[in-house]
Protein backbone atom coordinates (compact mmCIF):
# COMPACT_ATOMS: atom_id res chain seq x y z
CA UNK A 1 0.00 0.00 0.00
CA UNK A 2 1.31 3.49 -0.67
CA UNK A 3 -0.61 5.38 2.17
CA UNK A 4 -2.88 4.87 5.08
CA UNK A 5 -1.69 2.45 8.01
CA UNK A 6 0.94 -0.40 7.16
CA UNK A 7 1.16 -3.13 9.76
CA UNK A 8 5.31 -3.89 10.68
CA UNK A 9 6.90 -6.71 11.56
CA UNK A 10 5.54 -6.89 15.50
CA UNK A 11 2.20 -6.94 13.90
CA UNK A 12 1.38 -3.12 15.12
CA UNK A 13 0.38 -0.67 12.95
CA UNK A 14 2.36 1.96 11.68
CA UNK A 15 1.11 5.46 10.05
CA UNK A 16 2.24 5.28 5.95
CA UNK A 17 3.99 8.43 3.99
CA UNK A 18 0.59 9.97 3.44
CA UNK A 19 -0.79 9.99 6.81
CA UNK A 20 2.91 11.33 8.12
CA UNK A 21 3.09 14.11 5.24
CA UNK A 22 -0.60 15.16 6.44
CA UNK A 23 0.11 14.94 10.56
CA UNK A 24 3.68 17.21 9.20
CA UNK A 25 1.60 19.40 7.60
CA UNK A 26 -1.55 20.03 10.35
CA UNK A 27 2.12 20.58 12.83
CA UNK A 28 3.29 23.07 10.65
CA UNK A 29 -0.31 24.97 10.60
CA UNK A 30 0.12 24.57 14.01
CA UNK A 31 3.42 26.25 14.65
CA UNK A 32 2.41 28.83 12.21
CA UNK A 33 -0.88 29.77 14.25
CA UNK A 34 0.91 30.08 17.81
CA UNK A 35 4.04 31.71 16.04
CA UNK A 36 1.13 34.46 14.84
CA UNK A 37 -0.60 34.32 18.23
CA UNK A 38 1.88 34.50 20.54
CA UNK A 39 3.09 37.81 20.15
CA UNK A 40 -0.48 39.14 19.95
CA UNK A 41 -0.98 38.06 23.58
CA UNK A 42 0.64 41.01 25.18
CA UNK A 43 -1.56 43.60 23.81
CA UNK A 44 -5.11 40.79 23.68
CA UNK A 45 -3.76 40.56 27.83
CA UNK A 46 -3.69 44.34 28.60
CA UNK A 47 -6.46 45.67 26.70
CA UNK A 48 -8.64 43.00 28.13
CA UNK A 49 -7.30 43.70 31.76
CA UNK A 50 -7.91 47.25 31.28
CA UNK A 51 -11.60 46.38 29.90
CA UNK A 52 -12.31 43.84 32.62
CA UNK A 53 -11.33 46.97 35.42
CA UNK A 54 -12.68 49.56 34.19
CA UNK A 55 -16.40 47.92 33.60
CA UNK A 56 -16.07 46.40 36.49
CA UNK A 57 -14.61 48.60 39.42
CA UNK A 58 -16.02 51.47 41.35
CA UNK A 59 -13.00 53.39 41.06
CA UNK A 60 -12.65 56.87 39.07
CA UNK A 61 -9.27 57.81 38.13
CA UNK A 62 -9.81 61.20 38.95
CA UNK A 63 -11.08 60.42 42.60
CA UNK A 64 -8.94 61.93 45.80
CA UNK A 65 -7.85 60.97 48.49
CA UNK A 66 -6.09 63.04 50.76
CA UNK A 67 -4.80 61.66 53.29
CA UNK A 68 -3.12 58.67 51.10
CA UNK A 69 -1.10 61.13 48.73
CA UNK A 70 1.90 59.55 47.31
CA UNK A 71 1.43 56.37 49.13
CA UNK A 72 3.49 53.20 48.27
CA UNK A 73 1.50 49.94 46.94
CA UNK A 74 -0.39 48.16 49.23
CA UNK A 75 -3.49 45.75 48.70
CA UNK A 76 -5.62 48.69 48.42
CA UNK A 77 -3.76 49.43 45.50
CA UNK A 78 -1.97 47.53 43.62
CA UNK A 79 0.20 50.89 41.88
CA UNK A 80 -0.17 52.93 44.94
CA UNK A 81 -1.23 56.20 45.23
CA UNK A 82 0.05 59.70 43.71
CA UNK A 83 -0.65 63.31 43.59
CA UNK A 84 -3.75 64.35 45.88
CA UNK A 85 -4.19 60.69 46.75
CA UNK A 86 -5.24 59.32 43.16
CA UNK A 87 -5.55 55.91 42.69
CA UNK A 88 -2.63 55.14 40.62
CA UNK A 89 -4.28 51.48 39.59
CA UNK A 90 -7.13 52.95 38.08
CA UNK A 91 -5.20 55.98 36.83
CA UNK A 92 -3.37 53.25 34.85
CA UNK A 93 -6.08 50.95 33.26
CA UNK A 94 -8.59 53.58 32.46
CA UNK A 95 -5.78 55.87 30.57
CA UNK A 96 -4.30 52.64 29.06
CA UNK A 97 -7.69 51.68 27.50
CA UNK A 98 -8.14 55.18 26.31
CA UNK A 99 -4.78 55.44 24.84
CA UNK A 100 -4.98 52.51 23.42
CA UNK A 101 -8.42 53.12 21.66
CA UNK A 102 -6.96 56.38 20.61
CA UNK A 103 -4.36 54.62 18.93
CA UNK A 104 -6.60 52.08 17.15
CA UNK A 105 -8.82 54.52 15.42
CA UNK A 106 -6.29 56.99 14.20
CA UNK A 107 -4.24 53.99 12.96
CA UNK A 108 -7.51 52.65 10.84
CA UNK A 109 -8.18 56.48 9.66
CA UNK A 110 -4.38 55.93 8.55
CA UNK A 111 -4.28 52.59 6.98
CA UNK A 112 -7.66 53.09 5.20
CA UNK A 113 -6.47 56.82 3.79
CA UNK A 114 -3.07 55.69 3.55
CA UNK A 115 -3.49 52.12 1.57
CA UNK A 116 -6.77 54.37 -0.40
CA UNK A 117 -4.17 57.02 -1.73
CA UNK A 118 -0.83 55.04 -2.14
CA UNK A 119 -2.63 52.50 -4.05
CA UNK A 120 -4.12 54.63 -6.60
CA UNK A 121 -1.16 56.65 -7.21
CA UNK A 122 0.85 53.44 -7.67
CA UNK A 123 -1.90 52.17 -10.28
CA UNK A 124 -2.02 55.84 -12.39
CA UNK A 125 1.47 56.87 -11.90
CA UNK A 126 2.65 59.85 -13.60
CA UNK A 127 1.44 62.95 -11.73
CA UNK A 128 -0.44 61.72 -8.92
CA UNK A 129 2.19 59.55 -8.25
CA UNK A 130 4.71 62.16 -7.71
CA UNK A 131 2.55 64.41 -6.18
CA UNK A 132 1.57 61.50 -3.37
CA UNK A 133 5.52 60.69 -3.07
CA UNK A 134 6.63 64.55 -2.10
CA UNK A 135 2.87 65.12 0.05
CA UNK A 136 4.18 61.48 2.15
CA UNK A 137 7.78 62.99 2.44
CA UNK A 138 6.81 66.16 3.64
CA UNK A 139 4.74 64.83 6.09
CA UNK A 140 6.87 62.66 7.10
CA UNK A 141 10.18 64.55 7.69
CA UNK A 142 8.00 67.40 9.50
CA UNK A 143 7.97 66.83 12.85
CA UNK A 144 4.38 65.78 14.00
CA UNK A 145 5.00 67.11 17.57
CA UNK A 146 6.06 70.42 16.71
CA UNK A 147 2.51 71.18 15.05
CA UNK A 148 0.52 69.45 18.01
CA UNK A 149 1.98 71.90 19.94
CA UNK A 150 1.71 74.70 17.62
CA UNK A 151 -2.10 72.97 17.41
CA UNK A 152 -3.41 71.93 20.93
CA UNK A 153 -1.66 75.41 22.26
CA UNK A 154 -3.99 77.66 19.83
CA UNK A 155 -6.95 75.25 21.74
CA UNK A 156 -8.58 76.42 24.61
CA UNK A 157 -9.51 72.83 25.85
CA UNK A 158 -7.12 69.77 24.18
CA UNK A 159 -9.31 66.74 24.16
CA UNK A 160 -8.34 63.04 23.12
CA UNK A 161 -10.10 64.43 19.63
CA UNK A 162 -8.29 67.04 19.02
CA UNK A 163 -5.00 65.03 19.74
CA UNK A 164 -6.40 62.21 17.51
CA UNK A 165 -7.24 64.98 14.71
CA UNK A 166 -3.55 66.21 14.80
CA UNK A 167 -1.73 62.52 14.53
CA UNK A 168 -4.35 61.69 11.72
CA UNK A 169 -2.48 64.42 9.72
CA UNK A 170 0.65 62.20 9.89
CA UNK A 171 -0.74 58.86 10.05
CA UNK A 172 -1.72 58.11 6.21
CA UNK A 173 1.41 58.83 4.71
CA UNK A 174 3.92 55.96 5.81
CA UNK A 175 0.99 53.60 4.64
CA UNK A 176 0.54 55.57 1.74
CA UNK A 177 4.25 55.21 0.83
CA UNK A 178 4.09 51.23 1.18
CA UNK A 179 1.11 50.91 -1.18
CA UNK A 180 2.30 53.24 -3.61
CA UNK A 181 5.21 51.17 -3.58
CA UNK A 182 3.69 47.60 -3.85
CA UNK A 183 1.09 48.80 -6.39
CA UNK A 184 4.28 49.79 -8.70
CA UNK A 185 5.90 46.68 -7.98
CA UNK A 186 2.59 44.50 -8.81
CA UNK A 187 1.44 45.85 -11.42
CA UNK A 188 4.64 44.89 -13.33
CA UNK A 189 4.96 41.04 -11.67
CA UNK A 190 4.13 38.39 -14.18
CA UNK A 191 1.28 37.15 -12.77
CA UNK A 192 -0.59 40.39 -13.64
CA UNK A 193 0.66 40.55 -16.86
CA UNK A 194 -0.42 36.65 -17.56
CA UNK A 195 -3.76 38.18 -15.75
CA UNK A 196 -3.65 40.53 -18.19
CA UNK A 197 -2.62 38.31 -21.37
CA UNK A 198 -5.66 36.24 -20.54
CA UNK A 199 -7.74 39.39 -20.95
CA UNK A 200 -9.27 40.65 -17.19
CA UNK A 201 -10.32 43.67 -16.87
CA UNK A 202 -8.28 46.05 -14.93
CA UNK A 203 -10.79 46.19 -12.19
CA UNK A 204 -10.48 42.26 -11.93
CA UNK A 205 -7.10 42.49 -11.85
CA UNK A 206 -6.89 45.23 -8.83
CA UNK A 207 -9.32 43.54 -7.07
CA UNK A 208 -8.40 39.97 -7.35
CA UNK A 209 -4.21 40.19 -8.18
CA UNK A 210 -3.02 43.59 -6.75
CA UNK A 211 -4.80 44.13 -3.50
CA UNK A 212 -4.94 40.71 -1.99
CA UNK A 213 -0.70 40.78 -2.52
CA UNK A 214 -0.78 44.61 -1.11
CA UNK A 215 -2.69 44.28 1.80
CA UNK A 216 -0.48 41.95 3.88
CA UNK A 217 2.83 44.76 3.76
CA UNK A 218 0.74 47.53 4.49
CA UNK A 219 -0.52 46.20 7.34
CA UNK A 220 2.60 45.41 9.08
CA UNK A 221 3.05 49.01 9.48
CA UNK A 222 -0.01 49.36 11.69
CA UNK A 223 1.62 48.08 14.71
CA UNK A 224 4.67 50.78 14.49
CA UNK A 225 1.79 53.91 13.91
CA UNK A 226 0.30 52.84 16.60
CA UNK A 227 3.14 52.46 18.76
CA UNK A 228 3.95 55.80 18.35
CA UNK A 229 0.30 56.92 18.63
CA UNK A 230 1.05 55.83 22.10
CA UNK A 231 4.33 57.40 22.84
CA UNK A 232 3.26 60.76 21.02
CA UNK A 233 0.29 60.90 23.35
CA UNK A 234 2.20 60.44 26.08
CA UNK A 235 4.82 63.33 25.48
CA UNK A 236 1.49 65.77 25.03
CA UNK A 237 0.44 64.84 28.64
CA UNK A 238 3.62 65.22 30.18
CA UNK A 239 4.12 68.42 28.55
CA UNK A 240 0.67 69.65 29.69
CA UNK A 241 -1.15 69.19 26.81
CA UNK A 242 -3.46 66.29 27.55
CA UNK A 243 -6.75 65.59 27.99
CA UNK A 244 -8.56 68.05 30.23
CA UNK A 245 -9.43 65.27 32.86
CA UNK A 246 -5.38 64.33 33.13
CA UNK A 247 -6.57 60.69 32.86
CA UNK A 248 -3.19 60.54 30.35
CA UNK A 249 -0.22 57.67 30.90
CA UNK A 250 1.70 61.10 29.97
CA UNK A 251 0.24 63.18 32.95
CA UNK A 252 1.53 60.15 35.29
CA UNK A 253 4.73 60.30 34.15
CA UNK A 254 4.74 63.95 34.75
CA UNK A 255 3.77 63.23 38.22
CA UNK A 256 6.56 60.90 38.69
CA UNK A 257 8.96 63.22 37.55
CA UNK A 258 7.87 65.72 40.22
CA UNK A 259 8.09 62.85 42.89
CA UNK A 260 10.97 60.69 41.89
CA UNK A 261 12.36 61.43 45.34
CA UNK A 262 10.23 61.03 47.46
CA UNK A 263 7.60 58.55 45.68
CA UNK A 264 9.66 56.45 43.01
CA UNK A 265 7.04 53.97 42.65
CA UNK A 266 4.97 56.56 40.59
CA UNK A 267 7.75 56.92 38.11
CA UNK A 268 8.14 53.66 38.00
CA UNK A 269 4.60 52.69 37.13
CA UNK A 270 4.20 55.28 34.49
CA UNK A 271 7.19 54.51 32.58
CA UNK A 272 6.25 50.79 32.65
CA UNK A 273 2.50 51.18 31.22
CA UNK A 274 3.92 53.46 28.81
CA UNK A 275 6.48 50.72 27.77
CA UNK A 276 3.93 47.85 28.10
CA UNK A 277 1.53 49.42 25.55
CA UNK A 278 3.71 50.49 22.97
CA UNK A 279 5.75 47.47 23.19
CA UNK A 280 2.85 45.22 22.75
CA UNK A 281 1.86 47.01 19.62
CA UNK A 282 5.21 46.83 18.08
CA UNK A 283 5.13 43.12 18.91
CA UNK A 284 1.55 42.59 17.71
CA UNK A 285 2.93 43.73 14.50
CA UNK A 286 5.73 41.14 14.12
CA UNK A 287 2.66 38.45 14.50
CA UNK A 288 0.75 40.65 11.64
CA UNK A 289 3.63 40.05 9.57
CA UNK A 290 4.27 36.37 10.25
CA UNK A 291 0.48 36.15 9.09
CA UNK A 292 1.05 38.02 5.87
CA UNK A 293 4.14 35.93 5.43
CA UNK A 294 6.00 39.21 4.81
CA UNK A 295 10.37 38.49 4.90
Avoid at 173 to 181: G, H, K, T
Avoid at 208 to 216: A, D, K, M, Q, S
Avoid at 265 to 273: E, K, P, Y
Amino acid sequence: MSGGLVTGADGEASAGPEEREALGARAARARKRRSVLLPIVPLAVITLLSLLYVLISQTSPDRLHLALAWAGPSLASVFGYGAGGVDLTALVLNATLRTLGLAAWVTAFGWVVGTTLGTAAGLARGALERWVLRAADLVQAFPIFLLALAVLAAVQIPSRWHIGAVFCLAAWAPFARIALVQARVLTTSPFVDAARALGCSRPRIVLRHVLPNLLGPVSVQIGTSAAGIVLGEAALGFIGLGPPDGVSLGSLLEQGTDSMLFAPHVLAVGAVAIALCSGSMQLASEGVRRAVGVK
